[in-house]
């Protein structure tokens, strides 16, 4: 899905803070992006995510060069990967039913045909009583299983998540994972960028670790 | 807050609380998000000056139509009275030239009180015209407009001694030029009105989509594509040209109704009778008033398809 080969990024005339980057994503995967603060996750999950470009390398993204991408290619990969924001990024006007029907709504589909499953969604995440609920009223749980379903809703071969687990309790944190794991069977692949050891213990699985803007991959 | 328990069993459909969700989507973008009094304020004032202008074109054109028509429905044949000619006889052998023309209606000679009239405000009341050499005026009024020719009765009429014809071309010419001056000035000016319109929402828009960057960022990271992202930013700009165009539109309006009713009041005092010699009635009439529906809806279109191409351009420049 995805294949980095000696991906080097850099911002302006800065240091390169990633470097000789060589891994790939493989289809129905499961793998943690670790590192300390600074080490580059962010900056690798922009990359990923196809927000911005190396400044040296080749990215492949679904047998595709990012290179070579045009600005109209993007809505349309980019639908091919979900993405949880470390802030949630919800549209604090919608309602959690709102904000997660979004992603079907931006590709046009009418309501009535994406109502029962993004309903279903709600409930299978444990949302189904807050659908009428705005964000501010929400607690941190119930934002990231909104932000989760709404990377979900259409049904993404990849998901990303910034430290999907950084502002919950262990207790929570446990559960975020299970449900993780359990879009992992349903065949979707998953990258979570955390430095949560503890969450890596319980579930142990791939591993890039980022230090230093290089990148060891732990099978 | 209570956390609400995970199901991380196997999807499902759980019937029951689709009922409660309310219905109707909320609008991606919030209006209120959108500085729209501000626009609508802005939109308004253009589409005030704009219909102005359409108006007081329609109204300077109708009038300047008014007088070459007039002036067109007839011609003077003026007989100077030369030495040894007999100014009556050569009136009459005029008058037989323009009777006998095509497409004359008619001709008389101005009697001697009726020269005095047209003398009045120069040579002042009671003056005896008899011991001055006075030209005689005969008015031609012009029938069929198509069958007449002006220059063949101007040389039939050149052929009497002291005659000569007046066909007021000097003031049709001069009317006509005043009035496409006037149409030339009127679209300078809604092109200056449309251009600033342009630019007030091109700021305004590139405002709202600063103020909504958190929007655009997700509904970029969800896969939408820029049409979409326009679309609902132009929905909103549409309705905002749409308020504004129309409050200028509706005020415009009301002044043009103000002004006629105005005239109407003072129409038979002295300064009513000029303003009506100069204006006609002063009424715009129903196209003045179409034409500023027009440029309400024109104003509205600039407005959205601005905002669009504008949105456009920004996500280009962000992406």
């Known amino acids: ?219 | 807050m209570t956390e609400t328990p995970i199901k991380t069993a196997r999807l499902r459909l759980i019937p029951g609380r689709a009922s409660q969700r309310r219905s109707g989507a909320s609008p991606i973008v919030p209006p209120n998000s959108i500085a729209g009094t501000a626009l609508i304020a802005v939109v308004a004032i253009m589409s005030f000056l704009a219909c102005l202008t359409v108006g007081a074109v329609t109204l300077v054109q109708g009038a300047a139509e008014d007088w070459q028509s007039d002036i067109l429905r007839e011609v003077t044949i003026q007989i100077l009275p030369l030495d040894g000619v007999d100014l009556a006889a050569a009136t009459e052998r005029a008058l037989g030239i323009a009777r006998a023309a095509p497409g004359i209606a008619g001709a008389r000679a101005l009697s001697d009180a009726e020269n005095a009239a047209l003398l009045e405000p120069w040579l002042g009341l009671g003056l005896d015209t008899t011991d001055l050499p006075i030209p005689r005026l005969i008015v031609v009024e012009i029938g069929d407009t198509e069958a007449v020719d002006l220059a063949a009765l101007g040389t039939a009429v050149a052929a009497v001694p002291g005659a000569a014809l007046d066909d007021h071309r000097m003031w049709t010419e001069r009317l006509r030029s005043m009035a496409n001056v006037t149409v030339v000035v009127g679209f300078a000016v809604l092109i200056l009105v449309f251009a600033a319109t342009i630019m007030s929402v091109v700021f305004a828009t590139r405002g709202a989509m600063a103020g909504n960057g958190a929007i655009v960022s997700v509904l970029h990271f969800i896969g939408a594509e820029d049409w979409f992202v326009a679309r609902e930013f132009q929905r909103h700009f549409l309705v905002l040209g749409l308020k504004g165009g129309l409050l200028g539109a509706f005020g415009a309006a009301v002044l043009f109704a103000i002004l006629s009713f105005a005239m109407g009041t003072i129409g038979e005092s002295p300064e009513g009778i000029q303003v009506s010699a100069l204006f006609g009635s002063f009424a715009v009439g129903p196209g003045g008033y179409f034409g500023a529906l027009l440029v309400a809806f024109v104003i509205a279109v600039i407005t959205a398809v601005t905002s669009r191409l504008t949105v456009f351009r920004y996500l280009r420049e962000v992406r």
């Open chain 1, 1 to 219: 899905m995805f294949r980095f080969d000696n991906v080097g990024l850099r911002y302006g005339m800065g240091p390169e803070i990633l470097r000789d980057l060589n891994f790939r994503i493989g289809p129905r995967s499961f793998q943690y992006l670790t590192g300390p603060s600074g080490a580059g996750k962010s900056s690798l999950l922009r990359l990923l995510f196809l927000s911005i470009q190396p400044t040296r390398g080749l990215i492949s993204v679904f047998g595709r060069d990012a290179s070579t991408l045009r600005h109209n290619d993007l809505p349309r990969l980019r639908r091919r990967i979900g993405v949880v924001f470390q802030d949630f990024r919800l549209l604090d006007h919608l309602t959690t039913y709102e904000n997660v029907a979004l992603a079907l709504r931006v590709v046009g589909k009418p309501e009535q045909r994406y109502r029962s499953d993004v309903l279903e969604l709600l409930n299978w995440v444990g949302l189904g009583d807050r659908i009428n609920a705005y964000p501010p009223v929400l607690s941190g749980g119930e934002k990231q299983r909104a932000a989760i379903a709404r990377a979900v809703i259409g049904h993404p071969e990849i998901l990303l998540a910034d430290e999907p687990t950084g502002n919950v309790d262990p207790p929570l944190a446990r559960r975020l994972l299970r449900l993780f794991v359990e879009l992992n069977r349903l065949g979707t692949s998953v990258v979570i960028a955390t430095h949560d050891t503890d969450l890596m213990r319980q579930f142990p699985a791939r591993t890039l670790a980022l230090e230093d803007g290089r990148l060891n991959v732990h099978d």
